[in-house]
C-alpha cells in the first residue's frame, strides 16, 4: 500500500550530499579546534563533530575528515586536545577552518600543554586533552573515541555555535 508522504520528507535513497548538508545546516553545534603533537608533527583543524560519548570513561567522539591536513599526524600521534571556542574565537575558527596554511595556524592565539603534548588554548571555554582509545571509518571520515586525561575550564567563559552557516555567539544568562 502506498503510504502518503509527510511534507517534507525525502526516502533515504534520494538523499544526496547537498540535501544532507542544508538538512545539517539546521542544527546547531559547538565549534572547537582540535589539535595534535607529537612524533607525527602538529596540526589543528575546526571541528563541529563533536559528541559526547560516555563519562565511564569519560570519552568523546570526534569526526575527521581523512582529506583534512590534519588527519596524518591526528591518526598516527594517538593523542588530541579539543579546544572549544567562546566568541570571541571566531576568526581563529577560520584560520583553522581552512583559510590559512596548516603550518601557519599556530601563530594565531595562545597555546600550552596538558598532559598529552597537544597544544590547549589558553582562553578556550574548556579543553579535553585526550588519548585516541578506538577509532572507526566511516565514509569519508574518521570517528576517533577519545578519552579524556585532563580538563582545563573557564565555567564564565561564553560560546560560540555554527548555525544555518554562520556564527552566533552565546552568553550566560541570555
Ligand atoms: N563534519 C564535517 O566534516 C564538517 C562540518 C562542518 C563544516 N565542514 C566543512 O566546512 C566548510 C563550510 O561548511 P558550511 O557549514 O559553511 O557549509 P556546508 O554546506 O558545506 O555544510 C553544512 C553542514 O553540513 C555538515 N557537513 C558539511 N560537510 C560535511 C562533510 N564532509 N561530512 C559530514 N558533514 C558535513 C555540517 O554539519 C555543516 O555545518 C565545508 O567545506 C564543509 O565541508 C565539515
Ligand atoms: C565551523 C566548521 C566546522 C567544521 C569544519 C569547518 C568549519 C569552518 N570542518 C572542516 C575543517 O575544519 C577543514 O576541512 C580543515 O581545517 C581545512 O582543511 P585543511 O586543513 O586545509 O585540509 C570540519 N572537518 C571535519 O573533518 N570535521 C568537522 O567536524 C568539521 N567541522
Not at 95 to 106: N, Y
Amino acid at each position: 500500500m502506498n503510504m502518503p508522504m509527510p511534507h517534507g520528507f525525502q526516502p533515504a535513497e534520494t538523499v544526496g550530499r547537498e540535501a544532507f548538508r542544508d538538512a545539517m545546516a539546521s542544527l546547531g553545534a559547538a565549534v572547537s579546534i582540535v589539535t595534535t603533537d607529537g612524533p607525527h608533527g602538529r596540526a589543528g583543524f575546526t571541528a563541529s563533530a563533536v559528541c559526547s560519548v560516555t563519562d565511564t570513561p569519560p570519552t568523546l567522539l570526534v569526526c575527521l575528515n581523512r582529506s583534512s591536513s590534519a588527519f596524518p599526524a591526528i591518526a598516527a600521534n594517538g593523542v588530541l586536545c579539543v579546544n572549544t571556542l567562546t566568541h570571541e574565537h571566531e576568526a581563529l575558527s577560520a584560520v583553522f577552518g581552512g583559510k590559512v596554511p596548516a603550518e601557519q595556524r599556530f601563530s594565531a592565539g595562545s597555546w600550552s600543554r596538558l598532559v598529552t603534548g597537544a597544544p590547549a588554548l589558553d582562553d578556550a571555554a574548556v579543553s579535553f586533552d585526550c588519548r585516541v582509545a578506538s577509532m572507526s571509518d566511516v565514509g569519508t571520515h574518521r570517528v576517533l573515541f577519545a578519552e579524556v586525561l585532563a580538563i582545563r575550564h573557564s565555567p564564565a567563559a561564553s560560546g560560540l555555535v555554527y548555525f544555518g552557516r554562520r556564527y552566533h555567539p552565546l552568553h550566560h544568562g541570555a
